[in-house]
């Protein structure tokens, strides 16, 4: 995520960490209000309502009106929707976390079952099962067919139960077999 859109998130969450805050936005979402009447229906001063007025404002989340010597306020429905599309969006929420190096939780599961090249136990959580797996996959070259007997060979480097290891790698389709010949499949790295 940009270093602009992360403030804004972060400005966006500090803001509305407060109950008070919320509670007006929920009054202000139904109705327009003074700040006389926020102050009465929040138990809060009205100096305190002003302020928390004006952080809702920095972020264009209400609008306000003049009525004579009153100003009325209304949450703005528009700004909160187009905050909501721009910061929500399931691509930049996802964004997040691209400064996040993405191998270290498979690095770790590697590290935890693997000793020396060979599996201490073929682990019975689906997710990592399916780390080590690929670990597998990456020890027969693509394109090359390998007859039963070296799969096995290559395998038991890695770990005694290798019919095991053979039926998750094809069942995972990290591997093809057609008629006692097997494959490692293109699309894996």
């Not at 721009?86 to 590290?111: C, D, H």
């Not at 090249?117 to 020890?139: D, M, T």
């Not at 290798?162 to 389709?173: F, S, V």
């Amino acid at each position: 995520m940009e270093q602009d859109a992360m403030q804004s998130l972060l400005r966006f969450f500090k803001v509305l960490a407060n109950e008070s805050r919320l509670k007006m936005l929920g009054i202000l979402a139904s109705r327009e209000c003074s700040v006389e009447e926020l102050a009465t229906l929040l138990q809060l001063k009205e100096p305190t309502v002003s302020h928390h007025l004006n952080k809702l404002k920095e972020l264009n989340l209400v609008k306000m009106r003049p009525e004579g010597n009153t100003h009325l306020y209304q949450l703005n429905s528009e700004a909160l929707q187009g905050i909501s599309k721009e910061i929500f969006s399931p691509k930049q929420i996802a964004s997040l976390a691209e400064n996040i190096e993405g191998e270290a939780w498979e690095r770790k599961v590697l590290q935890n079952f693997l000793v020396d090249g060979r599996l201490k136990e073929i682990p019975a959580s689906r997710k990592k099962r399916v780390v080590i797996l690929k670990w597998l996959a990456n020890q027969f070259e693509v394109g090359v067919k390998y007859p039963e007997i070296k799969v096995n060979t290559i395998l038991k480097r890695h770990h005694e139960d290798c019919a095991t290891l053979r039926r998750e790698l094809i069942g995972y389709q990290l591997m093809q077999r057609e008629s006692g010949t097997y494959w490692r499949m293109s699309n894996e790295g």
